[in-house]
């Protein structure tokens, strides 16, 4: 079986395929000052609660957009599954032109669902995620990466309100009953639900009209199928798109 690793600024996201099925995936919190034989008994849990062994897996996929985990996650493989993983990142094989600046510099996250996206749709699209911060990727017809957006993330930009106005709090990110809100709850979430409706349609159509063409908008992330319903662009959710982008990865760097 193969363990896809997805370490974001606050999730990391586990999941284990057996050929192209995903059995099962676990979601931890991103914890910088853990090391990995921390993060090795957390993942023996999760793996004894899911009938699982290490010697189960044997081969391993990591991307990760915090360097400082980055290492930690590959010790972790080596002394705890015996294998060194494959790491998104310059020199592997994405099958993917990345036509940014410095290709170095966009966050392996991003090809990840990239190559996933094309791999589904086949045609140009535009990907919105949901995570801590939400970005907006644009691949074209041919299968290329051109780049996109990065935009505060919902929760994030919730935080920034409660943190720097004394009488706010933090309040649930949900869709409230009404928009001419009447209470401090309902007022911050009309602002910030509304409003990010907004900011997801406004890039998706610049990006759009900009590309000249006409992609699929699809979306992933945990906070997708709130924003979804009521995005006039998204089309579709993908729940599981950077762990499906991970097994394709992997399947075109196996030796
Ligand atoms: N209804 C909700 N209200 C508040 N926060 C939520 C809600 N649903 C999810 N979240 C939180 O939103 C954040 C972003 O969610 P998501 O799972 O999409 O991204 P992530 O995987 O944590 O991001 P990253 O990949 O950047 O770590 C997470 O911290 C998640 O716990
Ligand atoms: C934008 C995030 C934080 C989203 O996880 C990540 O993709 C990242 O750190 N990217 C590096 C910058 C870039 O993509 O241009
Ligand atoms: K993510």
Redo the contacts with the bound molecule.
Sequence with gaps: MLLVVDV????I?LGIYDGRKLVCDWRIS?DKAKTSDEYGILIRELFRGAGLEFKDVKAIIISSVVPTLSGVLERLSLNYFGYSPVVVGPGIRTGMPIQYDNPKEVGA?RIVNAVAGYEKYKTSLIIVD????TTFDYVNRKGEYCGGAIAP?L?ISMEALFQRASKLPRV???KPPVVIARNTVNSMQAGIFYGYVGLVDEIVSRMRAESKDSPRIIAT???AGMIAPESKTIEAVEDYLTLEGLRILYERNRE
Excluded: P
């Design positions: 974001g600024n606050t999730n996201v991103t996250d949901f995570g801590t911060a993330g929760v649930d990110i949900i992330g945990g906070l």
